[in-house]
């Protein structure tokens, strides 16, 4: 009795994070603190009953949302995309995402399940020719050494450590600002079809909703939080990835640069990280690997049937 009345809630549980999911932006810290505060559960309630309807115009934009959001509408988006939902009650939810301060409502995964043994890959949208090699060759090198590689999925670096990683065989993650059935950027869906073999596509947002400016922010502590250290490989003295940087080392993970010419605006991102001692030199995988301290195994289990 005790066991089927734990499965109700939890399922009541999923199914009140499925609607937060919906509704909520990715990253909100106050949204965060109330779920914290009262569980999924009990805050779809407090929303729908107009408890928070005078904080702001979000407020009750959000409990309208709510109020007319289908369950079963919302399952069959996520079935139609092929991908599954996960929360902190699944067995393949991503211990290390407890870490951030504001972690996600839930996550959109199209792939395989997210491995413990992470290690991101990040850098500038418009690399040199000796960024692109070395993202690559960093990412084929983690990968011979059976470690996964997340990146954002974006062009550039983000690009070359994801093909990197799939040319050494390994299974590499993209963190999207959209959700997984929008191919954005569009010029890399054969590396997005590619990557869901032995990696996955992974995603705070339903399946068909579009890319945002702010949610390739937020969606950079994700990057952080599921890798056991960040590289920036190249990076502008003002780029997104330093903001990964910066969210990695809040939440004490390892946060390492590699150098370049100093003459090269590419490499000011870098060198201004190691300046301010917020990241360590790297200049090889081996490096690198001193920095992490690897751990066997996943932090992942096998979904049961009712996981989508």
């Avoid at 409502?105 to 491995?115: F, H, M, P, S, Y």
């Avoid at 068909?208 to 490989?233: D, P, Q, Y």
């Amino acid at each position: 009795m005790a066991e089927i009345e734990k499965q109700i809630n939890e399922d009541l549980d999923i199914q009140a994070r499925l609607k937060l999911f919906n509704v909520i932006e990715p990253g909100s810290i106050p949204w965060s603190v109330e779920l914290k505060r009262y569980g999924a559960v009990e805050l779809v309630e407090r929303i729908t009953d107009g408890a928070y309807e005078q904080v702001n115009r979000v407020s009750g934009e959000i409990r309208q949302a709510l109020i007319g959001a289908s369950v079963q509408e919302l399952w069959e988006e996520i079935e139609a995309a092929d991908a599954r939902f996960i929360t902190p009650a699944s067995k393949c939810w991503p211990t290390a995402l407890h870490d951030l301060r504001n972690p996600p409502i839930g996550l959109v995964i199209k792939g395989a399940n997210l491995q413990a043994q992470c290690v991101s890959i990040v850098g500038t949208r418009k690399p040199t020719l000796y960024g692109a090699r070395v993202a690559s060759e960093f990412a084929s090198g983690f990968a011979d050494r059976n470690w996964a590689v997340v990146s954002g999925g974006a062009y550039g670096i983000d690009t070359h450590a994801h093909r990197g990683c799939l040319a050494a065989e390994g299974s590499t993650f993209a963190v999207l600002a959209s959700g997984v059935s929008v191919s954005y950027p569009a010029g890399n869906s054969k590396i997005f079809s590619e990557l869901q073999e032995s990696g996955a596509l992974v995603s705070e947002v339903m399946p068909k909703v579009g890319a945002r400016a702010e949610r390739f922010l937020t969606r950079n502590r994700l990057i952080a939080a599921l890798s056991r250290g960040t590289i920036v490989v190249e990076a502008a003295f003002r780029s997104g990835s330093l903001r990964t940087a910066r969210d990695a080392a809040e939440i004490m993970r390892p946060v390492m640069a590699v150098p370049g010419p100093i003459t090269s605006p590419t490499s000011d991102g870098c060198h201004r990280l190691i300046g301010e001692r917020l990241a360590e030199i790297v200049s090889s995988v081996p490096d690198a690997l001193e920095l992490m301290v690897p751990i066997s195994g996943q932090i992942t289990g096998t979904l049961s049937d009712d996981e989508i």
